[in-house]
């Protein structure tokens, strides 16, 4: 990993945040796009067994002939956006990985979520870098120690900032972004990603 940011946790693992990764003006011109531009879904997955709609809407781009699955839910990729591609590039800069695709999340307002979990889909290999770009309303993103539950840390993700998750974090570390009452507008998530062939 290719930046001067210090490592933000305290053992196993690398988490990166860069708060204005984006500029104010491009953050909005980027988010107008993608919120009306995006082939947004509400798909369900699998929890425990049982089948749920999640919490927010999806939509999967990347190269050709890439697809991802996760509790559950297999999505192909669909080729990329613009606007997607030339987030990816500027990613690029701070974090020299060959990503292939991009998984967003609309949080349409406060209601919508993410519960704990961590990224450690085998597709993604052992030690998989994730590149987190917010965009829109502010949101709160919880991580806790996977085994223990007791190391708890918080990161306010604002308008046009990165987070990059890298190492052993999705081995040791699990992460959420929970619900927040006051929160009326919407905020879209871009996790770039790297799937693995013969996945």
Known sequence: MQTNQENLLPFHGNVYFFPN?????E????FESLYHELHWKHKPIKIF??????PRLTAFYGDPGTSYTYSG????????????SGIKRKIET???EP??????????DGQDSMGW???????????????????GASRSFQMRDYAT????LSFELGNGSLLIMSGETQQYWEHQVPKSKPISSPRINLTFRHIMANF
């Open 21 to 25: 990764f984006f500029g104010d003006e």
């Open 27 to 30: 953050s909005r011109e980027l």
């Open 49 to 54: 067994g049982k089948e749920i709609m999640q």
């Open 73 to 84: 839910l297999q999505q192909a990729a669909i080729p990329w956006h613009p606007a997607l």
């Open 94 to 96: 701070a974090c020299p």
């Open 99 to 108: 990503f292939n695709c991009v998984l967003a999340n609309l949080y349409r």
């Open 117 to 135: 979990h961590r990224d450690n889909e085998e597709s993604l290999g052992a030690c998989p870098t994730i590149a987190s770009v917010s965009l």
């Open 149 to 152: 539950k007791s190391t708890r």
